[in-house]
Each structure stands twice: as C-alpha cells, then as structure tokens.
C-alpha cells in the first residue's frame, strides 16, 4: 500500500510556501527493469521524489534545502532553456532540473536524475527524450566509473549497459559486455551472468526496449 501526505515547504530559493506531496510509505512487488527501476507500487511514486517550487522552479529532494551554487544556475541559459522546453513532460523537467543543479558537485546524483528523467519520458511514451536523457545518464556515470571502488563498478558497469542500450549506444554497450563476460566476479554471479547475457542478445537485435531482471532470468516472458 502506497501512501501521501501533503506539506508546506518554504523554498530555499525564493521564500516562497509551496504545498508539496510527500511518501509516507510503500512497497514492491515484482522485479525490478535491468537499469534498476523500481516494480510496482514504488514506480509511480516519482511524483514524490523530488520537490519543486512553481515560483522560481528550484528542485530538490527537500525543497527547503539549499544547493550550492543554485542562484546562478538557475538563472543560467541551459535551466532556462529546460524549464521552457513545452514538449518535455512535467516529471521528467523537474529531473532533469535538479540534475543540472547537482552535476558540478554530484556528478552520480546527476547521472540518476537523468536515467530518472528517461523514465518520466517512458511512461508519457516520448522515447526520444528518453534515450537522449539516458545518454546523458550515461556520459555522467562515465566520467566518474574510474573514481569508484571495483565492487561499485562492477554493479554499475551492469546497469551501464542496459542505459547504453537503451540510448541506442550499441557498440560502447557491446564493448563493455564483452567486458563484463570475462570478469571472474560476473562469471560467479548468477544473476549478473544472466543479465549480462541477456544484454548481449539484446544489443545484437538492436533492442532498445525495457526489460526485467526476471525476464533476463527467463522467470518471465519477454
């Protein structure tokens, strides 16, 4: 059972009260898609996920929290450019703001901000915008991979490649599988084997659809 409430926040840009729906609580039940996305009831709280005030289009997770360097990025030509684009779907903005807010300091928060916004994008059936915020996702996490530690890379070269694949980036996903197939740890790991695989059947079709870890698991049909 999903549930809200609704709290005012006073937002630490502009001092405006903002009425903002939070998550109390909720639950999973089924598999997680290959780049992590929750299984139902959890995905369709993304509403909540992020706060943003309607006066001055600040975003965070805690609207009455401050980001560092806010002030000028929001009134910077790329922010604005975002927040006027009419196409774009209104969940997959607010990630997509709080992604450019973030990627100086955080370039991991940005990275999942962008593959959060792909999924906003999914499910308003707008697939361009969704493999062109997964290639941002993916160039985020790129530049920070050789920074993390082995185990952190390893689970996050993984769900790297289902967002390459995705973003129609078949041969740096393909490069990176062939990767992930030689490494001891995949090798050992029944569940990243499968999914590994299932990847690289996936990338030879050219399939740049959403899929299960069950289905990679063959648990369910594809």
Excluded at 10 to 18: L, N, P
Excluded at 115 to 128: I, M, V
Excluded at 161 to 170: C, E, G, K, P, T
Aim: glycine fraction near 4%.
């Amino acid at each position: 059972m999903t549930t809200y409430a609704t709290v005012t926040k006073k937002c630490a840009h502009c001092g405006a009260k903002v009425k903002c729906d939070v998550l109390n609580s909720t639950n999973e039940f089924g598999s997680p898609d290959l780049d992590l996305r929750p299984a139902e009831m959890a995905r369709s709280t993304m509403s909540t996920w992020l706060q943003q005030c309607p006066h001055c289009h600040y975003v965070n997770g805690d609207l009455s929290e401050p980001l560092a360097a806010a002030d000028h990025l929001l009134a910077s030509e790329a922010y604005r450019k975002l927040i006027n684009d009419a196409g774009i779907p209104e969940l997959a903005e607010r990630f997509a703001c709080y992604a450019l807010l973030v990627e100086g300091a955080d370039p991991m928060g940005a990275s999942e901000a962008t593959l959060r916004a792909a999924w906003a994008c999914d499910d308003a059936d707008d697939r361009e915008r969704a493999a062109r915020f997964r290639s941002q996702s993916a160039d985020y996490l790129l530049s920070r991979l050789p920074e993390l530690n082995s185990d952190a890379q390893l689970t996050l070269r993984v769900r790297l490649v289902d967002v390459l694949r995705r973003a129609s980036r078949f041969g740096e996903a393909t490069e990176l599988l062939a990767e992930l197939k030689a490494d001891p740890e995949v090798i050992a790991n029944e569940i990243l084997a499968g999914v590994v695989s299932f990847e690289v059947e996936l990338c030879a079709k050219a399939d740049v659809n959403g899929y299960t870890i069950a289905a990679a698991m063959g648990q369910e049909e594809t």
